[in-house]
């Protein structure tokens, strides 16, 4: 069984990384689940919501990522993940969730490493003397 994406974040970031990954990855809309949380909602607003939203997407695990450590969709997400059937990383950046994307059939602790890895390797000084074009993978 494939491992859900729940993005949580403030609006409107977690609709925007879901469109950039159905960019790379067409067939990922159903498996994507967003929350943009509006300013001045409040959290339990925000966390009905969030629960609305897995009830309705079925029993399967997910991964839930939000934006900013501390930050109301975090806070919101925290209550939401029980750590074992859901998991949070928060700090979500696309290189983390094409990487989640591509590893969601993999038990949920291995997804979790997989897309911390895809988040920190995702993140490097270029130098535009030798920078090449890479093709984005799905292999570690």
Excluded: K
């Excluded at 009905?48 to 997400?77: I, K, M, Y």
């Amino acid at each position: 069984m494939n491992t859900r994406l729940l993005i949580i974040a403030h609006a409107p970031l977690a609709h925007a990384l879901r469109d950039c990954a159905m960019h790379v990855f067409p067939d990922c809309a159903d498996d994507v689940l967003v929350l943009d949380v509006p300013p001045h909602e409040p959290p339990e607003q925000t966390l009905a919501a969030a629960r609305t939203l897995l009830a309705a997407h079925g029993q399967a695990p997910v991964l839930v990522l939000s934006d900013v450590l501390g930050a109301t969709p975090c806070n919101v997400a925290q209550r939401l993940v029980d750590g074992v059937q859901s998991r949070l990383i928060a700090g979500v950046n696309l290189p983390m969730l094409l990487r989640a994307w591509c590893y969601r059939s993999e038990p949920l602790d291995v997804l979790v490493e997989r897309a911390l890895a895809g988040a920190t390797q995702g993140v490097v000084q270029v130098n535009p003397d030798t920078a090449a074009a890479a093709p984005l993978t799905c292999h570690p």
